[in-house]
């Protein structure tokens, strides 16, 4: 039996309000569905559409009348628990310089497989939630996505704006052909230079234990604390069917710290950062 998930996650955020949506479509056999979540700072909802109701081209997803692409995101749900209308408009993109996944894009029947399709861009616009604005200007926008079978059973994933750059990193238990090892996924672009932080250049744990992670390579390190959370449960892919639950803040407490030798390029502690922790430790 075949079981499959695309999904794109968008997150627009300004210095008061985040927005978070993932539209993604999913298959099990010949059972084929799609969803749209919407995530803020305090709630999170998940709505189930037929799999009609899909379509996709190179760079547009269009989910009933919804509509997600590099321009923006036109949003119009109905349902009885949430109303969702409005619009945001995009900047010009800031891709990477290569596919994040590096040569772990051409190994064949992975699990999961991320793509980062713009660290940083402008967003602008409005969107209106069971009656609250969401208002959006010169704000910051984030566009990543994933697509295999399942997400890792065990990972960390975060993603953060600041002063003069962004962030993301990604530390996941990685099965491959009856094996299982340590997938480490980063970028750092600070100051209009990127920061490639990965397993396939080096990049390994160093310390997990109470909500951090400590990643090296060479002589890299980048450092990360989840300090408070108030994470809402979201649906997840498992086998293709969104019948798992992780929770995840969109925007929460956490520090970051990243240094390069015996210099520190940056360490602050934040109110906006975006975290999912789905390890044990």
Not at 2 to 30: E, M, R
Not at 158 to 181: N, Y
Request: proline share 4%; with cysteine.
């Amino acid at each position: 039996m075949y079981h499959t998930f695309y999904g794109w996650y968008l997150k627009c955020q300004s210095d008061t309000q985040t927005l978070a949506v993932i539209p993604a479509i999913h298959s099990t056999g010949n059972k084929r569905t799609c969803s749209v979540q919407v995530i803020t700072d305090n709630d999170a909802w998940t709505v189930m559409l037929p799999a009609n109701a899909f379509k996709r081209t190179k760079r547009n997803i269009f989910i009933g009348e919804n509509r997600f692409s590099e321009k923006g995101i036109h949003l119009e749900i109905h349902t009885p628990k949430v109303t969702v209308t409005g619009k945001v408009d995009f900047g010009p993109l800031f891709p990477l310089r290569y596919d994040i996944m590096g040569p772990f894009s051409l190994v064949p029947f992975m699990e999961c497989r991320h793509g980062v399709w713009s660290m940083r861009h402008s967003v602008s616009g409005n969107v209106c939630i069971n009656g609250q604005k969401y208002s959006f200007r010169n704000a910051r926008g984030y566009w990543e996505g994933d697509c295999g079978r399942s997400f890792p059973k065990e990972y960390i994933w975060t993603q953060c704006f600041f002063h003069d750059g962004a962030l993301m990193l990604s530390v996941a238990d990685i099965p491959v052909a009856g094996i299982h090892f340590t997938g480490i996924i980063g970028v750092v672009l600070w100051r209009g230079k990127e920061y490639r932080i990965a397993t396939y250049l080096g990049a390994r744990v160093a310390e997990m234990r109470n909500k951090m992670v400590r990643v090296k390579q060479g002589s890299l390190e980048l450092y990360v604390r989840l300090l408070e959370t108030s994470g809402h449960p979201l649906k997840a892919p498992l086998k293709g069917k969104m019948v798992r639950t992780i929770h995840e803040s969109a925007s929460c407490r956490a520090f970051y710290r990243f240094c390069k030798g015996e210099r520190t390029l940056f360490a602050f502690e934040t109110d906006r950062a975006s975290f999912e922790f789905e390890y044990d430790k």
